[in-house]
């Protein structure tokens, strides 16, 4: 009895328990269509991005404007002196980043320190992402499995000159932030995920999932909290903003824009080319994302 309400549990501890088979079967057809599209379509990474200039890359320009902060010049000053030399764009304003992580940065002693700083909360990732998925996974198996891909997410990026980067950062914080937004610690999530927030501005989003989510629990309260956290950054971001219109001149270099339609084989590029897929075979990428979607 005990093992027949075990495998009761198992079977019916998953999202698509409750699908019926039409459902089940249109999953698994777009899952075959996304599989062999990504396998015959292979890679469309320009040249460029392949092998691109070490003096051109991200990494390098945060580099340069870290170590002048360092030296005492204003991050703005900063910015305007090495962005535009280096043949970035500093218009739209969004094309220069928030300050906040080359400021810390500045204040803690340098990007040594932050190497450390970076690792220790990857780790802290990692050990509440498989405390949370202890709780939710149908089986010890399943919760190993998940526990391992979680580490093996977190890894690379907490290496090389990731800690420059500050897309890696608000991920972090981001992933951080979900994973303690819990009925005790959901205060502990607002404030990392502010922090992620003012890292980039592309963790914004996450501001709207959890308003959303906790007018959906009846917890305005909460709700509200989010909200204003979510305003109180528009503001900083509005500062942000005219400082760059003050501060950086204008580049000749033009943004080439954020948005580009290039079907499933650009999504399957754009998360080989972020995480440890990079290192391996075309092939691999194409078979992983769908299957992590």
Do not use: C
């Amino acid at each position: 009895m005990s093992a027949s309400k075990t495998m009761t549990k198992t079977a019916t501890g998953t999202r698509f328990a409750s699908w019926s088979r039409a459902q089940a079967i249109g999953l698994v057809a777009l899952l075959l269509m996304l599989l062999g599209w990504g396998l015959l379509a292979g890679s469309n990474r320009p040249e460029a991005y392949r092998h691109p200039d070490p003096a051109k890359t991200d990494a390098a320009l945060y580099t340069q404007i870290t170590e002048r902060v360092i030296g005492g010049q204003s991050y703005y000053r900063a910015v305007d002196a090495v962005q535009a030399e280096r043949g970035f764009p500093t218009r739209p304003f969004v094309t220069v980043r928030e300050p906040a992580l080359t400021w810390v940065t500045s204040r803690v002693g340098g990007i040594a320190v932050m190497r450390i700083a970076l690792v220790a909360l990857g780790i802290a990732v990692v050990a509440t992402m498989i405390l949370r998925l202890e709780r939710i996974a149908p089986g010890r198996p399943t919760w190993w499995f998940a526990s391992a891909m979680s580490a093996l997410a977190v890894a690379p990026v907490v290496t090389g000159d990731a800690v420059v980067i500050h897309e890696v950062w608000a991920g972090l914080l981001l992933t951080l932030a979900l994973a303690l937004s819990t009925v005790r610690l959901w205060w502990i999530g607002l404030a990392i995920g502010f922090a992620a927030v003012i890292v980039r501005e592309l963790a914004l989003p996450l501001f709207a999932v959890m308003i959303a989510f906790e007018i959906a629990k009846g917890s305005y309260r909460r709700a509200i909290a989010w909200a204003v956290g979510a305003l109180l950054f528009v503001g900083l971001l509005a500062i942000h903003a005219a400082n760059v219109a003050n501060d950086v001149s204008p580049s000749t270099a033009e943004s080439a824009g954020w948005l580009k339609f290039g079907g499933w084989p650009f999504f399957v590029d754009s998360v080989r080319f972020s995480t440890i897929l990079q290192d391996m075979p075309e092939w691999v990428a194409a078979v992983v994302v769908p299957l992590a979607l």
